[in-house]
DNA sequence: AGGCTTTTGTTCACGACTAGAGCATAAACT
DNA sequence: AGTTTATGCTCTAGTCGTGAACAAAAGCCT
């Protein structure tokens, strides 16, 4: 769905050059270029041509591979030093924090800081780093993924219920100085994209994935793209009544799943005060300590996702956040959940219950994927283009080859 | 996600073959040539070129457009009399429907029979009635479609629980005379995709389909995809515990949400006999009748959907079945069941909810959409290509083009 | 009725693209 | 040091879509 087919002779170079950028980038920029053109099945002239293209343009840098068998060695296209820089923050119900990720997802750390749960305190001192970080790195930057923990509407309205944010404006909130494109989206759709692309999702056709913080957060992954498109207004698996709790959640439903599980619900299971995104210790603490709300959770937790597997039928479901912990602790409660509800045709094939292989890091992560994904389409590419008009200035080509960093170890 | 771009000269060709015969087939063969030209971006020469290719390769035709405004007549390009022909089936839990498809959509009936609810009955007639009309059809014949009423697992095989239907291998039962590619599917889930091609759905980004008969089916649709693929294990939404009830369903689990939901839940309501396929006629009664059972259908419909809105926020919900009916007997104790299960942000902007605009057809449509779908392929066309080696065989154009019976008034 | 206008279908020269073959290159192997 | 092997580069051939010029067929106007 989201490449979509060239028609035109024109539209066929540009599709092809996605497609190699692309296959860099998924790879994680570990490919040779040999082992491309047969992934991609291009002729090598033509892999030369698109190649050349590329690296002049500022959007690739080959390097030499490390290590050969025999024959002529051959190199590693990766990003290049001056190339394209996607921004991506993960802004957590107590915390952000902002980074900068190159072509192929290495990830460099701009900063992290603790906030009071606020809109303004949580938004206006990332706007202030995000305007620096941009004036620094110029033309360089395509693009600001933002993952938030709550709902996102279009226009990148949030609302976060035990927090009380209604409506809150994020564009607005992060100043005029934001990057274009600006993604706002849900930290569980974030994750579950990381977790499509470099994950235990990876190549899965349908999985799920449950993103477990103060609250719960799940979605559906299918053939690689979270259902909502990471920018829209699903994966909200916890709002759905799935635990015969009536209790009323703060979202304005009755019986919501995500009541029952999270480090809210285990604060609340202990008797301790909850909401408000404060008590990340006391419930770290509590996951730590007592059984009984450990394995409340779990049950809870597996009793949702066998209603999740009855209707969907995934191959995997992928845990993130303290949702490892809960597995690793109280496997036995959560599974004990799950069979009842089951029906019977799932309990011969139930689908594998795995931990991200991404932790915490997933939502920024996928914070970073979603703007690759605008930034690697014809119209990105083109944009990069124009915006870099001068493309072979002063040095040629075996110079700048030979002499400069190479990309990896270079800082942003 | 499905057309994939080319890469080539050569497959940019068959891209755009693929395409122009996509653009007939959705529009049902009603736009004209200069339309579809401009839809579709081509330059007219290329229109020209593709075109006759398709109509030397029966699978295009053209006829004068019956109108026109002003300058040279346009013509419009449909099925070819010889064209593809989709196979396409509805086995329901007491009857089934098999009809001929055309390319643009147009169905012919070709036999309908009731049957005994088991494996055998409902399978082997009609393993012999598809036997003959593929016989009679020879190599127009692309594929089956075959909808039924339970979870399909790959490979075909079915199981129903309240038809003690327990991994039923359908292509077997069907006989090795089925057509390929036989697609085994779901009938929500089939239902779901005419919906999204030719019903309410269409253009609708993300849509959630339910479908009421003897039991509940729903599925989502994104971008025009029902989930699982028309072929998979998803559109059971009726095995998610939704309303709270407690009590065992015959697939295995507990207080699945199509226990409250449908004609067996109406016929347990008034205390008769349920189960096995039978009582349309009774059931049929008891929703022209009682108030009382309706209103209960129709709360337990509007609670279930209400968690199914909160968690993956649909544009539109259309029903199909018995849905449209319980939605005009009983619509405020549906949307009254709806309100308190809905999150606050979501009662802002509810989804509309619609009655399906193809009525009980839609699963039969969805079948031969599924076989539409496998065939406007380029690997589809090729096969086509291959097994009509005599393209041109015994007439000019100019002659057959002229003689040869229209499309749309022949019989299949 | 006859000429003009409008729209569409057809044909062809042109540019852009990829495939594939042949050659050059650079390493490992013998 | 020569051979083997795999890769990168260059150039020709074939295919595709574009767009302009031309032909065709209808409605419109006088």
């Not at 590693?76 to 001056?82: E, N």
């Not at 349908?206 to 909502?228: E, N």
């Not at 609340?268 to 408000?276: E, I, K, N």
């Amino acid at each position: 769905m989201s490449v979509n087919g060239a028609t035109t002779s024109g539209e066929l170079r540009a599709h092809n050059r996605v497609r190699l950028l692309r296959a860099v980038h998924d790879c994680g920029a570990r490919h040779t270029r040999s082992q491309l053109t047969r992934d991609l099945r291009l002729a090598r002239g033509t892999a030369s041509v698109l190649v050349a293209g590329l690296a002049e343009e500022r959007l690739l840098h080959e390097e030499p591979a490390p290590e050969h068998v025999r024959g002529r060695p051959t190199q590693i296209p990766g990003p290049h030093p001056d190339g394209p820089i996607a921004l991506a923050v993960d802004v957590r119900e107590d915390a952000w924090e902002l980074a900068a990720c190159e072509l192929g997802g290495r990830v460099t750390v701009l900063g992290v800081r603790p906030h009071d749960g606020t809109p303004e305190g949580a938004l206006a001192l990332l706007g202030e780093a995000v305007a620096a970080h941009r004036a620094r790195l110029g033309h360089r930057v395509v693009g600001l993924g933002v993952a938030l923990a709550g709902p996102v509407r279009h226009g990148g309205l949030v609302d976060i219920a035990h927090l009380g944010w209604r409506s809150v404006d994020v564009p607005h909130l992060l100043g005029g100085a934001a990057p274009s494109p600006l993604i706002v989206g849900n930290d569980t759709a974030f994750a579950a994209l990381a977790e499509a692309r470099r994950g235990r999702l990876r190549g899965v056709r349908v999985g799920l994935h449950l993103h477990v913080d103060f609250d719960l957060g799940g979605v559906l992954v299918v053939d690689g793209h979270p259902l909502g498109g990471a920018t829209g207004v699903g994966a909200e698996f916890g709002h759905m009544p799935l635990t015969g709790s009536g209790r009323p959640c703060l979202c304005g439903a009755i019986g919501c799943w995500g009541m029952d599980v999270g480090a809210n619900a285990l604060l609340r299971h202990v008797g301790l005060a909850y909401g408000g995104g404060r008590g990340r210790e006391q419930a770290e603490h509590v996951l730590a300590t007592s059984e009984q709300a450990v394995a409340a959770n779990a049950g809870a937790l597996g009793r949702g996702i066998a209603a999740l597997v009855n209707a969907h039928d995934p191959e995997v479901v992928t845990l993130s956040g303290h949702g490892p912990e809960l597995r690793e602790r109280a496997g036995e409660a959560l599974l004990g959940a799950c069979e009842p509800v089951l029906m019977a045709i799932r309990r011969e094939r139930p689908p594998r219950i795995e931990s991200s292989a991404l932790g915490w890091r997933g939502s920024l992560l996928g914070a970073m994927e979603s703007v690759f994904d605008a930034f690697l389409t014809t119209e990105g590419l083109e944009l990069w283009r124009k915006s870099h008009p001068d493309q072979a200035r002063d040095t040629p080509d075996a110079q700048s080859v030979t002499h400069s960093t190479p990309a990896r170890e270079r800082p942003v």
